[in-house]
């Protein structure tokens, strides 16, 4: 299995710009997350999806949105970027019931 | 004050010394415990859960104090391939569908 995949790895972008980032697990799982990591501040937490047709925000969901496409996949969205956006991005799943969550490999997105 | 605190580091310590550290949380409501490993560039996987009673798994230990709300995790017989940064992970509360991380200890295990 592949686990939770994301697309793409790596991005530049400028002020400006937008773009979408993708993200889908093969585990079945319910709920999926989005995080931005950032030196010092540990993973933060943007927007998840508790089940397929809901989203919530997190913490920093200021200047991102994002779809449930379906159980599979969950989008980000950068609609105009900016420089404090550059961070490295981690999409997560988790099981119903269970806490344990899997992550994807990141996108390291630099916006200049 | 944030919701969970970690001594960032690093430590640097000799292969096979014993090494640990804590974490603190904020909410006392906290339900679920868990450190996750993430090495260099790549994403953080489960290390362990963090019970009540504490636990081993190996040469980890991982125990959870309540009354002074820390949970700390041990690292015996340290071997290179620990070398990682460790994430102190928390659950808020019965029910809560987020994780609150920690900024991670980063941990460097020297030959």
């Known amino acids: 299995n592949a686990g939770v995949t994301q697309t793409p790895k790596f991005q530049v972008l400028k002020t400006g710009q937008s773009m979408t980032l993708q993200c889908a697990q093969d585990m079945n799982h319910n709920s999926m997350y989005w995080y931005r990591q950032d030196p010092g501040m540990g993973l933060r937490l943007i927007y998840y999806?508790?089940?397929?047709?809901?989203?919530d925000k997190g913490e920093v969901p200021n200047g991102y949105n994002v779809s449930r496409l379906n159980k599979r996949e969950f989008s980000l969205r950068l609609e105009s970027a900016a420089p404090s956006q550059t961070s490295v991005y981690f999409c997560a799943s988790t099981r119903r019931g269970r806490t344990e969550a899997f992550f994807g490999q990141g996108t390291r997105l630099t916006v200049v | 004050r944030k919701e969970v605190e970690q001594d960032p580091g690093p430590f640097n310590v000799p292969e096979g010394a014993t090494v640990a550290f804590n974490c603190t949380y904020s909410n006392s409501a906290s339900q679920s415990f868990f450190w996750y490993r993430q090495d260099c560039r790549k994403e953080p996987k489960l290390l362990m859960s963090v019970y009540s009673s504490g636990n081993e798994d190996g040469r980890f230990t991982a125990q959870l104090n309540r009354a002074s709300q820390y949970i700390s995790l041990l690292i015996r017989d340290s071997k290179l391939s620990d070398s990682a940064t460790y994430l102190c992970v928390v659950k808020p509360h019965q029910g809560a569908q987020k994780l609150v991380f920690g900024q991670g200890t980063r941990l460097t295990i020297n030959p």
């Open positions: 999806s508790a089940s397929e047709g809901t989203t």
